[in-house]
């Protein structure tokens, strides 16, 4: 993951912080409802909503997406058609597509209106939460004839997060800070997705109700969380092994708290937790296995990132 779609998620954090206003486009079911069945060029304007065309076996019909979708590989190799905050209307256009699939933010919103305008096809989606997420799955599934792909894979993501649950009953909860920026220090507070992958797997946000979705922390709210772990998603997967050197010295000065004091400080990939997509549990195993180092391994371990 590159360090753009990094900065993509952090101005996505500062906008629960009041810094960026963004707004949703009008009704999604209506939308949704309004595009016909089997498109065969698809533009998709987000990394989440590629892995998610791929995931659904329509990889061959995407001909173009944004230039931080970087999985699956296939993706990759795919036209670009501007950044996730910035898409290139002109390079949608002359990719010719007959259903453009976008996100709900103010940035592509311009976008999805002038090709809605021109007469093209556009499906725009909400996806902040599990719930969303699935619901997102399933209109994509109806948007492009792809309803029992998409079935199937709404009932595997619920049968591997029911496991999960399975194989983290009776554990106890754990006090985490998951930190999204270190200067200045700011978290993910409990109106967010972030919390919802914290308390899945057995964990409780260190900090209390907020105003902010993510927060800035003083030193004395810091000290006063008593966070018993702190979990940091890596800026780039390039060098997880620097990243994490570098947040232990960073932490290092801050003894006081107990995840720092008993070495509970994880940097881990952030593909998988910051991109609500179909590697969702994926995810959530780096995350429980940072929570509960001793949980059952029954589901294989395909991602890097715990030290």
Same mark, same amino acid.
């Given at each position: 993951? #590159? $360090?753009?779609?990094?900065?993509?998620?952090?101005?996505?954090?500062?906008?629960?912080?009041?810094?960026?206003?963004?707004?949703?486009?009008?009704? &999604?079911?209506?939308?949704?409802?309004?595009?016909?069945?089997?498109?065969?060029?698809?533009?998709?304007?987000?990394?989440?909503?590629?892995?998610?065309?791929?995931?659904?076996?329509?990889?061959? $019909?995407?001909?173009?997406?944004?230039?931080?979708?970087?999985?699956?590989?296939?993706?990759?190799?795919?036209?670009?058609?501007?950044?996730?905050?910035?898409? #290139?209307?002109?390079?949608?256009?002359?990719?010719?597509?007959?259903?453009?699939?976008?996100?709900?933010?103010?940035?592509?919103?311009?976008?999805?209106?002038?090709?809605?305008?021109?007469?093209?096809?556009?499906?725009? !989606?909400?996806?902040?939460?599990?719930?969303?997420?699935?619901?997102?799955?399933? $209109?994509?599934?109806?948007?492009?004839?792809? &309803?029992?792909?998409?079935?199937?894979?709404?009932?595997?993501?619920?049968?591997?997060?029911?496991?999960?649950?399975?194989?983290?009953?009776?554990?106890?909860?754990?006090?985490?800070?998951?930190?999204? &920026?270190?200067?200045?220090?700011?978290?993910?507070?409990?109106?967010?997705?972030?919390?919802?992958?914290?308390?899945?797997?057995?964990?409780? #946000?260190?900090?209390?109700?907020?105003?902010?979705?993510?927060?800035?922390?003083?030193?004395?709210?810091?000290?006063?969380?008593?966070?018993?772990?702190?979990?940091?998603?890596?800026?780039?997967?390039? #060098?997880?092994?620097?990243?994490?050197?570098?947040?232990?010295?960073?932490?290092?000065?801050?003894?006081?708290?107990?995840?720092? $004091?008993?070495?509970?400080?994880?940097?881990?990939?952030?593909?998988?937790?910051?991109?609500?997509?179909?590697? !969702?549990?994926?995810? !959530?195993?780096?995350?429980?296995?940072?929570?509960?180092?001793?949980?059952?391994?029954?589901?294989?371990?395909?991602?890097?990132?715990?030290?």
């Amino acid at each position: 993951m #590159n $360090k753009l779609w990094w900065l993509s998620l952090t101005i996505l954090c500062l906008a629960g912080a009041g810094f960026l206003i963004v707004k949703m486009l009008p009704d &999604q079911d209506a939308a949704t409802t309004a595009l016909s069945t089997g498109p065969d060029r698809i533009v998709s304007l987000a990394p989440n909503l590629t892995e998610i065309l791929f995931a659904l076996g329509l990889g061959e $019909k995407v001909v173009a997406v944004s230039s931080d979708s970087d999985y699956p590989a296939e993706a990759a190799g795919k036209n670009k058609v501007g950044t996730f905050w910035q898409p #290139n209307t002109e390079a949608i256009i002359a990719s010719k597509p007959d259903l453009v699939i976008t996100e709900w933010f103010e940035q592509q919103k311009s976008a999805a209106e002038a090709l809605q305008r021109l007469g093209y096809r556009v499906l725009t !989606l909400k996806i902040e939460s599990i719930e969303e997420l699935l619901a997102a799955i399933k $209109k994509i599934g109806d948007a492009t004839g792809a &309803q029992d792909r998409a079935e199937k894979l709404v009932e595997d993501i619920g049968n591997r997060l029911d496991n999960l649950r399975s194989r983290l009953a009776g554990t106890n909860k754990v006090k985490v800070l998951w930190v999204v &920026q270190t200067e200045p220090l700011r978290v993910a507070g409990r109106n967010t997705f972030l919390n919802q992958l914290l308390e899945l797997v057995g964990g409780e #946000n260190a900090i209390g109700p907020t105003i902010q979705q993510y927060p800035p922390l003083s030193t004395e709210e810091l000290l006063a969380s008593a966070a018993d772990i702190i979990i940091q998603s890596a800026m780039t997967t390039d #060098n997880i092994h620097a990243e994490q050197q570098a947040a232990e010295m960073f932490w290092s000065k801050r003894r006081g708290l107990p995840a720092v $004091k008993n070495n509970r400080i994880y940097v881990i990939d952030p593909d998988t937790t910051l991109r609500l997509g179909p590697r !969702l549990c994926q995810g !959530l195993e780096l995350v429980a296995r940072c929570l509960h180092p001793d949980i059952d391994r029954t589901q294989p371990e395909t991602a890097s990132g715990i030290r």
